[in-house]
């Protein structure tokens, strides 16, 4: 195994810990702090290229259409055959990944997924896109289920909800920045250069996962069967109800980050007539609130209440949010203008950072025999869920956007009430303070 900063006998003392939290006697502070940053950098870039993958693409979608001679709606194909991917290849690399280690399934998704960017970059036709923009989407899969099962790997309890939140910095930054880049890409190249860019990003997170993530999974916790053994495996988790309530609450809290994703710009620009610039303003803000909850919910409030109550109060947040919403984009309160509407949205958007990250830590800390498995079954669903609300915004057509509120409302009461009903967080104090 590649070396990183820590010595061969210290490796083989402790291979498995390279944290500054887990780093037993043998390994000095700052060895386990410089690796323990090296980790946080890896899992971090492999949580944001699928949104890179996804929303750098964004600005040359009218391009592609000219480029290709396609029409609009084949080109959009592009976008759904990447998010299928996406979603599907996590329940073959999660398996994968609890039987043969976390390093080798995760090289070979790296690879594939270069080799399937760069034939994106060279193709002539809508169907060879569209075919390695779901052989792309399957490959970089990869990433976000290895990255969950890694964290689970090398932490438990409080440090992984820590970690979890350190995650939803780097992943609330990226669809942020992506079309940002993508934009600027275009500037000096045509739509081909952006999956030029991604080869580039993908080899070099390659080299450095080979380099320096080392396996985190012991052999003598794999599993050894094969694909029968991985499908039980999941019946087993889906059978235990606290898990299944953690992933549908999850899963579906995220379906109404989707709604709003999906509804946002038609919202703000089409329904309150605000400026391109004024929705970028604005989504930019949203995510920045996501991102400062987030880390509050890391640094403040993990390690003094538990886990539980930190996604229950989310959970209600969001609920209430939701509702406010409704009302106001229903005609209730008379016309509010956007500013309402927007400060609603920031409130929803910003308590995700209370939901994703603990119900993500809650689920994982009953799956350390099955992790990978785990971690597909929570990424699956989340973009299952999320792709199956995102159309339902626009089911009314473009006047209103009373369907994006009714879709948030029945998310969030829904992922409420799987909280309460499944995982009963009464009868689990949950983590200690």
């Avoid at 993958?53 to 391009?63: F, I, K, R, V």
């Avoid at 043969?100 to 790296?110: A, I, N």
């Avoid at 809650?362 to 079954?377: C, I, V």
Wanted: proline letters at 6%.
């Amino acid at each position: 195994m590649p070396d990183s900063g820590v010595s061969r006998a210290q490796r083989e003392q402790h291979p498995y810990i390279p944290t500054t939290e887990h780093a037993a006697p043998g390994i000095s502070t700052p060895v386990a702090r410089r690796v323990g940053l090296l980790v946080t950098l890896v899992l971090g870039g492999l949580t944001a290229l699928p949104p890179l993958s996804m929303d750098m693409y964004l600005p040359a979608l009218p391009e592609v259409t000219d480029s290709l001679h396609a029409p609009a709606a084949t080109v959009q194909l592009t976008l759904t055959a990447c998010l299928t991917g996406m979603a599907l290849g996590q329940l073959v690399v999660g398996p994968m990944s609890d039987r043969w280690g976390r390093r080798k399934p995760l090289l070979l998704g790296m690879i594939v997924y270069v080799v399937a960017t760069a034939i994106c970059a060279l193709a002539p036709t809508a169907e060879l896109l569209i075919g390695f923009r779901l052989l792309q989407g399957l490959a970089g899969a990869a990433g976000i289920v290895i990255s969950r099962a890694v964290v689970r790997d090398l932490f438990d309890g409080v440090e992984m909800a820590r970690f979890f939140s350190t995650l939803m910095l780097i992943s609330g930054v990226a669809p942020v920045v992506a079309p940002v880049i993508g934009g600027q890409v275009l500037r000096f190249t045509d739509w081909r250069g952006i999956f030029v860019v991604l080869v580039a990003v993908g080899a070099a997170l390659t080299f450095v996962v080979w380099k320096f993530l080392h396996e985190t999974l012991p052999p003598a916790q794999r599993h050894t069967g094969g694909i029968t053994d991985a499908l039980r495996t999941m019946r087993g988790l889906l059978a235990d109800r606290v898990f299944t309530g953690y992933m549908v609450a999850g899963s579906l809290a995220f379906a109404a980050l989707f709604a709003y994703v999906s509804a946002s710009p038609f919202v703000v620009q089409e329904i309150y007539g605000a400026s391109p610039q004024t929705f970028s303003l604005l989504f930019g803000i949203n995510s920045v609130g996501l991102i400062a909850v987030g880390q509050i919910n890391g640094k403040l409030l993990v390690g003094r209440i538990s886990l539980d109550k930190a996604l229950g109060f989310g959970l209600v947040v969001i609920s209430l949010a939701a509702i406010a919403l409704l009302l106001m984009t229903s005609g209730v309160f008379g016309d509010v203008g956007l500013l309402p509407v927007a400060a609603g949205l920031f409130v929803l958007m910003s308590c995700m950072g209370l939901a994703m990250p603990n119900t993500n830590s809650q689920a994982l800390m009953r799956t350390k025999h099955a992790a990978g498995s785990a971690s597909a079954l929570l990424g699956t669903s989340q973009f299952l869920i999320g792709a199956i609300a995102s159309p339902l915004v626009g089911i009314a057509g473009e006047a209103t956007a009373v369907p994006m509120a009714v879709v948030q409302v029945v998310c969030a009461l829904s992922a409420t009430a799987c909280f309460l009903l499944l995982c009963r967080p009464w009868r689990n104090s949950g983590l200690p303070a």
